[in-house]
């Protein structure tokens, strides 16, 4: 039978973890300086990891044949969702925020090279590349060493070759900004809106689980508590109190992707 292999000088490993067989983690040419990875994240079978340095945040869900490589740190944030088969360069530093989703067969480079430097070749560049909470990187998609701000969106099959600004929408070969024709990918919510919703789905979720604690989880707008409970979700910050109880990691799973929630500092 199959089983992972991970070979690093440290590694700190988060609850309900699940690494399926066939994943191999380490460095280049030997084990990894550091590998951390958050509660109740996902790797899926047969992804490979070749990297100085791995960090992957709460409830990242990185999914079957992803190839992470290269001589630079690669740091994930909390709820990120990553499809089959992505490659993930790390040539130089790569960055990933919180609730960030690189669609199936999608491709992240931080550097542009192979031609011959000595006879020409006008084209080597390596650069660090970042994406900023709730970026989405649809499928089938090509991006290359940029800054990706916060809540913008490539729709598949884009070729990401410049920066991305917040809550814009990019399409095409090379990607133009296609917000005034599609919208933005977030539009705007109220607080009265966003604590109906997470009521709506707190209400949703006991009905389907009755056996977990209606006090283990509650819901809060900054210093207005709605829903009292040990772990407060607040709807202004987006943060949540990190329990650690199963009835607040099982309503972590029911969230998403719809809404998202990082640990409170």
Known sequence: MSVF????????MGRNVVIEPGVSISGINGPM???????????GSDTKVRVP??????????????????????????????GQNVVLNATENLSIGNNCCVGAYSQLWTH?????????CRFNSVAPMALESD??????????????????????????????EANRVYAGNPARDVTERVGPQFGPVSVEQKIAYLQQRLAEFFLAHPQYSRDAVGVRAGSQVVIPGHSMFDVLNR?????????????????LPGAKFVPSA
Not at 5 to 11: H, L, N, P, S, T
Not at 33 to 43: F, P
Not at 135 to 161: E, K, Q, Y
Request: glycine share 8%; with cysteine.
């Open 112 to 120: 542009f090279q192979f031609g011959d430097v000595m006879e020409g």
């Open 33 to 43: 300086s550091r590998l951390v990875i958050g509660d109740n994240a996902y790797i």
């Open 135 to 164: 970026v989405w990187i649809s499928g089938h998609c090509v991006v290359a060493p940029i800054v990706a701000h916060a809540r913008s969106l490539a729709l598949p099959g884009s070729i990401i070759t410049a920066t991305m």
């Open 239 to 255: 943060t949540y109190v990190k329990t650690a109880s199963q009835t607040e990691f099982a309503f972590m799973h029911f969230l």
């Open 5 to 12: 292999r991970i070979e690093a000088d440290e590694v700190v």
């Open 53 to 82: 340095e791995l960090q992957i945040g709460d409830y990242t869900r990185i999914n079957n044949h992803t190839l992470i490589y290269g001589h630079k740190p690669v740091h994930i944030g909390h709820n990120g969702w990553f």
